[in-house]
Structures are given as C-alpha cells and as structure tokens.
C-alpha cells in the first residue's frame, strides 16, 4: 500500500524560532499534499494544500507567512512553522493524494509540536 | 458547504458489544466516504472506505454503508475489542479533489475488559 512518511514524530523547540516538518511519499507520486492541523481532543483542520511545483494554497485564517509550505518535488512537501510561539503548540498530520487512485489519500504519522 | 457530523463521544462499551458510530454528511455532487481511525499519539489510519452510494466498505470486522437516501455512512462492528479503543473520523472527499478531506470532530471509543 502507498505510504506516507512525516519526520520528525516529535520536537520541542524555543519559541521564537522555527521548525521545519517534512512529509513524503515513498512508493508513489503526489502531485498534491495536504497539511492539517488537529488541536488536542479535536477533529483535524486542513491548513493548506500543497501543490508541486506551484504556491500552497491556504484555508482561510491560515497565516501563509507563519506556516511556509513547500512542494519542491513530486515526494516531498515541507511545512516551516516560523517564529514558533507555544499557540503554535499542535499535532500536525500530513496527507498525499495518490495520482493513480482518485479517491484517497494517504496520511504521515504526525508530528508532536511543542513550542516551549 | 460540505460538512461532516458524528456522534459525540466517548462511547464506553464492554468487550464483545455491538457499536455503532453514527455520521452523517452534507456535500454537492458524489462525495466518497471515509472511516478513520487514530490511536492515541499515532496519526491516521483509513479503516474503510465507500465512493459511491450503497457501497459498503469493510474491514477488521467495521463496516458502514454509503446511504444516499439518508446521507449517511454509520460505522458498526459486531463484537468489539479492547484493540479498538481508539478515536474515529468520519470524512468525505468531493468528487472532484483528490485527497482533500473533511472530518467530523471525531468519536471517542473507549472498550473495557
């Protein structure tokens, strides 16, 4: 089955500084990626969709300066949570749509943001 | 807009009961529908799937069907386990975009010994 892998699973950081998350496809091509956002005990949020080789498109109340995501190839999109504030403090998942199956994606194993 | 409700939560059940998690959906078009689920600290896992209406997805044991008439997409399980504790997102695709989801806020399932 395709799979999807997030790194890292785990970082704390200062605030005031920034971290970057990678998502990447393995076993298959995703033209499109998705970053969302899921605050403790809540349902997840879509943040953005990534596209390859063009600029992310955000959801409303998304702040595109604070949050940069990058699509550089067709495996691997990266989200850059800059000038981290413990607000920014969240699980964030990523998901791949495979090209070749219309109908689903494929989701990383998130990453335990902790802004100290 | 498309929208996503399931049932609040947590359901606590004992081992071996009947579940049922009730979602239903507000969408245009032909949406396709999702089961996910998440253990604790681990991201999503898809759990079933149904892109057309009376598809029924399947799979360790859950099931749902895809009711237009009711738009629905219930998740039931016979007999449940200790293992299944966990939380579950509904969520549909639109037709016309590959990927992009939206979820309901999710079912707490808690299943004691």
């Known amino acids: 089955g395709a799979v999807v892998s997030q790194h890292p699973s785990r970082v704390i950081c200062k605030s005031g500084t920034s971290v970057k998350i990678e998502c990447r496809s393995l076993d298959f091509q995703a033209t499109t990626m998705f970053w969302y956002r899921q605050f403790p005990k809540q349902s997840l949020m879509l943040m953005a969709t990534?596209?390859?080789?063009?600029?992310?498109?955000?959801e409303q109340g998304v702040e595109k300066d604070k949050f940069l995501i990058n699509h550089a190839s067709l495996t691997l999109s990266t989200l850059t949570v800059t000038s981290a504030h413990p607000e920014d403090s969240s699980f964030y998942i990523c998901?791949?749509?495979?090209?070749?199956?219309?109908?689903?994606?494929?989701f990383g194993q998130g990453t335990r943001l902790t802004v100290v | 807009g498309n929208s996503v409700t399931q049932m609040e939560g947590p359901v606590t059940l004992s081992e071996e009961a009947f579940l049922t998690i009730n979602c239903t959906y507000t969408a245009t078009g032909y949406p396709s529908l999702f089961w996910y689920v998440q253990y604790p600290g681990e991201g999503l896992q898809l759990l079933l799937k149904a892109t057309k209406a009376d598809d029924k997805g399947s799979n360790k044991g859950f099931e749902a069907t895809y009711r237009k008439e009711t738009t629905s997409f219930h998740l039931e399980k016979g007999s449940v386990q200790v293992s299944d504790s966990a939380v579950y997102f509904c969520a549909l695709s639109s037709a016309s975009n590959t990927g992009k989801l939206i979820f309901g806020q999710g079912t707490t399932l808690q299943v004691k010994p």
């Open positions: 998901s791949a749509g495979d090209r070749r199956s219309y109908t689903e994606a494929f």
């Open positions: 990534s596209n390859e080789g063009s600029k992310a498109t955000y």
